[in-house]
Nanobody, 121 residues
Framework: QVQTVESGGGLVQPGGSLRLSCVASGNIFVIDAMGWYRQAPGKQREEVALISRGGSTNYKDSVKGRFTISRDTAGHTAYLQMDDLRPEDTAVYFC???????????????WGRGTQVTVSS
């Protein structure tokens, strides 16, 4: 099995910054992509940022220019640098990793439990 664990959430004032981290572990052969999603109270989970194995990135329009997704060289850790945070960014942020397991070649789609980000004065 493959697991992802998020960290780095917290309370920040509008205009502030946070850096989220996500570590994927377990029976990993390769991770094709990692992504950050968020879910605010009463709303559906939405995609925030994605990064592929090759380093290609994709962002939700409302976070472009403010958030930056990256991965470490081993490819099992993803980061989300969030700058100029706004109250509407308040949500639980989830990390997702998709890829293939070692030996059995099974596809995995792993989700973490989330980390709370609250933007408030």
């Amino acid at each position: 099995q493959v697991q992802t664990v998020e960290s780095g959430g917290g309370l920040v004032q509008p205009g502030g910054s946070l850096r989220l981290s996500c570590v994927a572990s377990g029976n990993i052969f390769v991770i094709d992509a990692m992504g950050w999603y968020r879910q605010a109270p009463g709303k559906q989970r939405e995609e925030v940022a994605l990064i592929s194995r090759g380093g290609s990135t994709n962002y939700k329009d409302s976070v472009k220019g403010r958030f930056t997704i990256s991965r470490d060289t081993a490819g099992h850790t993803a980061y989300l640098q969030m700058d100029d945070l706004r109250p509407e960014d308040t949500a639980v942020y989830f990390c997702n990793a998709v890829g293939y397991e070692m030996l059995n070649g099974h596809r995995f789609d792993a989700w973490g439990r989330g980390t709370q980000v609250t933007v408030s004065s």
